[in-house]
């Protein structure tokens, strides 16, 4: 049936048996999906659009990436479908909502085969009625969701603060708005951590009505929030064109310096160092053995530094230029001398020259990609990063979040949550209630180091 679909994406067109034939590839081949990655890398020489094909064809599929492909096909042979199993079916429920369907209640309705006929907690959702309002089906979805998943505040992954229905509970995700492939590989380093120790995957949470308890701590609070603009933010998400491109990695780089300029500010005992490995390990720039270039890896090798953390090191030194009008020549050596031979300075000074409708920075940027990957280090961070805002807490803990954050928000622990969460304070007649903004990355709280085991020490959090 499916044999003369072809998928559209703008001006080109993937037949579906070329899909499923990289798709098998991409299972069965070791490191075939990387190597899938990579070609796509090479075709789209720009950067910025190189995910874009695979993020249009993931909106289409329940399981859009290859884990999911892994588990839909038996691993000794990859030609037969595998049965449906507990396993794939709490897959498909964490990836649902990629789905493209033309009525949003069917984001909640087509995925009723992954739930028992027998429990309770699931009948509200098995009663398909489609004159609900969609706010209530998907509160039944969430909570049938609650019941099902092994892992089930891995939901909470699903759930941006930015750009949802403000008629949901804050902890039910919105099905209606679709998620990139950027979100599912940021959320699945997330859930490596555990920032509740070994609490983490101990769930005490219950619902009532709308409220959704948990049990946890408070541990920080955001005081400097470092943020693309909202229009920077759209411009980000609809690259088109070279001009679009330069502005959108201006953008990018403004962001970074801004998180620099900052962390400076709250914490003036920071290092150049300190500094270098804060944004390795927010930016965690995954794709970076892409385009390594042989100068580049004789470096890194010397250094004993991985390919990020050079390009991270390199940004942090020739970031003034991005205040400047004009690139000077002496303060690019003395940025670079530590690094590349004098010899190699001037050629990339003389490259950089010939570009000269480029801000300075960025034509330096270009003018480096012979020697150091700085310039592809930017095109992924603004395709990864577009989305996200960088903070700074109360106690100078930087961290990352998906954008929609406030400044003031506090930064959560709960049982049963491998990571830190964001969530907003409120009071309505003297009540304590929260409202669940989205997960988050914060150094130094991933790996349970605020996190005490006395359960005496914890409180209730009521999510609305």
């Known amino acids: 049936m499916a044999r003369s679909i072809r998928i559209y994406h703008g001006n080109a067109t993937v037949p579906w048996p070329d899909f499923v034939a990289t798709a098998l590839f991409a299972v069965k081949e070791p490191g075939g999906f990387l190597k899938f990655q990579e070609k796509a890398a090479e075709i789209h020489a720009d950067g910025i659009t190189q995910w874009s094909l695979i993020n249009t064809l993931e909106t289409h599929f329940v399981l859009p990436d290859y884990l999911g492909l892994e588990a839909l096909y038996?691993?000794?042979?990859?030609s037969v479908l595998q049965t449906i199993t507990k396993g794939t079916a709490n897959l498909a429920l964490s990836k649902s909502r990629a789905l493209n369907a033309t009525e949003p209640k069917d984001k909640a309705y087509a995925m009723l085969w992954a739930f028992s006929e027998?429990?309770?907690?699931?009948?509200?959702?098995?009663?398909?009625?489609?004159?609900?309002p969609i706010e209530l089906i998907y509160l039944e979805f969430a909570i049938a969701m609650l019941a099902k998943l092994e892992t089930p505040t891995d939901i909470f992954?699903?759930?941006?603060?930015?750009?949802r229905n403000p008629n949901l509970p804050s902890w039910v995700p919105d099905w209606q708005t679709a998620i990139p492939m950027s979100y599912y590989l940021w959320s699945r380093f997330l859930r490596e951590s555990r920032a509740a120790g070994q609490a983490s995957l101990q769930y005490h949470l219950s619902i009532d009505g709308t409220r959704l308890q948990l049990r946890g701590k408070q541990v920080d609070t955001i005081k400097a929030l470092i943020a693309l603009s909202q229009e920077a933010r759209e411009r980000n998400a609809n690259v088109n064109g070279p001009e679009r491109l330069v502005e959108s990695l201006m953008d990018i780089v403004a962001v970074l310096k801004g998180f620099i300029d900052t962390y400076r500010t709250l914490v003036p005992a920071a290092t150049d160092e300190n500094l270098s490995d804060i944004l390795c390990s927010l930016i965690r720039n995954h794709r970076e053995e892409f385009k390594v270039a042989p100068t580049e890896a004789q470096i890194c090798s010397q250094e004993d530094i991985t390919p990020a953390r050079l390009r991270i090191k390199i940004f942090h030194r020739l970031c003034f230029l991005v205040d400047m009008d004009t690139i000077h020549a002496e303060e690019v050596f003395n940025a670079l001398r530590p690094i590349l031979p004098d010899h190699s300075i001037v050629t990339v000074l003389d490259q950089a020259s010939k570009l000269p409708h480029l801000?300075?920075?960025?034509?330096?940027a270009v003018g480096l990609d012979e020697y150091i990957g700085l310039y592809h280090f930017l095109v992924v961070t603004a395709n990864d990063h577009h989305d996200k805002d960088f903070f700074i807490t109360e106690s100078a803990r930087p961290g990352?979040?998906?954008?929609?954050?406030?400044?003031?928000?506090?930064?959560v622990l709960w049982e049963g949550c491998r990571n830190p969460m964001v969530v907003q304070r409120t009071e309505i007649n003297g009540e304590v209630q929260w409202r669940f903004q989205g997960p988050a990355h914060v150094i130094g709280l991933m790996e349970g180091e605020a996190w005490n085991e006395d359960v005496d020490e914890l409180q209730i959090f009521e999510l609305i």
């Open 359 to 364: 801000p300075p920075f960025l034509a330096l």
């Open 118 to 132: 027998d429990s309770e907690v699931n009948m509200a959702l098995r009663r398909v009625d489609y004159t609900k």
């Open 400 to 411: 990352l979040a998906f954008h929609g954050m406030k400044g003031a928000d506090h930064i």
């Open 157 to 163: 992954y699903n759930i941006n603060a930015n750009g």
């Open 74 to 78: 038996q691993r000794r042979n990859a």
